[in-house]
């Protein structure tokens, strides 16, 4: 009877896709964590300042799209009276934002985020539900940003408010390691590689929630070990930014949701993009060999099949255009049945990385 009852969870766990490889708190329920007086979460960490013995809260508690949600805004601090007083950035984060000011010069002031979470998953796509408020939406974006990595970095020099350096040293700070996007301009003492990056931003109010679709592209094929997400209501310090923030524009999220695709992007046969590949049919496609292919062909060499996905580029804010190569599917995600030329086509099986789906392809290939 045990026995029996042994191989039935067997078969129910065999059965249940791997839904795990989630996000913590996705849905922002757990608020047991305190800033002053002010609930906060306890897996992520808002943007809180604590500044000449004044503390001041960037992240709260509010009613979400289901059960409670995270809201942030950006808000003046300071000591307005001394001369001491800027808006900063609201924003939440599984890293620990951090802010730096050397005594009381102002100019000295940096900021960023620290860390993150350990991480070996490689979604595709981050989905969040959002709401935009404020006066000033359309004179600031606000970002929506999942990063992985592999490594750690480490630096101590970082721009300040007067565009000069400020020195302090951080363990895989944001600019450290999504150097094509929002680089440290001051150098990566330790570098690490970067694996993949889904970052959405834009001046838009949303008064109602509103899902936001997030694509995650891929520099390489590595497997990380740590990842990111910071969901910030406006100019979080890419680049480090010293102007536009503006009081009041705020931010709520609810409901993250991590895709695991089982779908292609590109499909590359004998080496060659196949420009008219299909990757939303299940139907047979046909591909005809080129007179370069045909002739390794009756050289004996055998068909080749590669599929990469997370293929794309992002545009920073100085207008520099870094591009994402995507990465190859590996054997665990992606498996080939050959086929004859001219005959039985292969089939193509792409698994998702969670096991929440499944994509066929079937690829009849003709001389």
Not at 154 to 171: D, F, L, P, V
Not at 177 to 203: L, S
Not at 320 to 341: C, H, P, Y
Request: proline fraction near 4%.
């Amino acid at each position: 009877m045990m026995r029996n009852r042994f191989a039935i969870i067997l078969l129910l766990c065999a059965a249940v896709p791997m839904w795990a490889q989630q996000l913590p708190d996705p849905h922002f329920e757990n608020w047991s964590g305190k800033f002053r007086d002010d609930a906060q979460l306890i897996d992520w960490h808002g943007s809180n300042v604590t500044q000449i013995g004044l503390k001041f809260t960037f992240m709260y508690k509010r009613e979400g799209r289901t059960g409670s949600c995270a809201y942030v805004t950006d808000r003046l601090i300071g000591a307005p009276k001394l001369n001491l007083a800027a808006t900063g950035p609201g924003y939440l984060s599984l890293g620990v934002p951090w802010q730096y000011l050397k005594g009381l010069n102002l100019n000295s002031a940096t900021a960023g985020t620290e860390g993150g979470i350990v991480w070996t998953y490689r979604p595709d796509t981050m989905v969040v539900w959002v709401k935009r408020t404020g006066e000033n939406t359309e004179k600031e974006d606000f970002h929506l940003l999942y990063y992985s990595w592999i490594g750690t970095a480490k630096s101590s020099k970082y721009k300040n408010k007067a565009g000069t350096s400020t020195t302090t040293e951080r363990i895989n700070e944001e600019s450290d390691i999504r150097t094509a996007t929002d680089g440290n301009e001051f150098g990566v003492d330790e570098p690490v590689q970067q694996v993949a990056e889904g970052w959405y931003r834009a001046r838009a109010k949303y008064d109602e929630w509103t899902q936001i679709k997030v694509p995650i592209l891929y520099k390489n094929d590595g497997k990380p070990t740590m990842c990111n997400v910071i969901f910030s209501a406006g100019n979080y310090p890419a680049f480090r930014a010293n102007d536009g923030l503006y009081d009041g524009n705020d931010l709520y999220v609810d409901d993250v949701q991590l895709i695991y695709s089982s779908a292609i992007d590109k499909l590359l046969i004998n080496g060659v993009e196949w420009k008219g590949f299909n990757p939303n049919t299940d139907k047979v496609q046909t591909y005809r060999l080129s007179e370069a292919q045909k002739e390794k062909m009756a050289n004996g060499e055998l068909v080749t099949i590669e599929a990469r996905r997370g293929i794309g580029s992002y545009t920073n804010i100085k207008g520099q255009t870094a591009r994402f190569s995507g990465r190859r599917l590996d054997n665990k995600e992606m498996t080939v049945t050959a086929g004859e030329i001219n005959g039985a086509p292969w089939v193509i099986t792409v698994k998702a990385e969670d096991g929440s789906s499944t994509h066929v392809y079937k690829i009849k290939i003709e001389r």
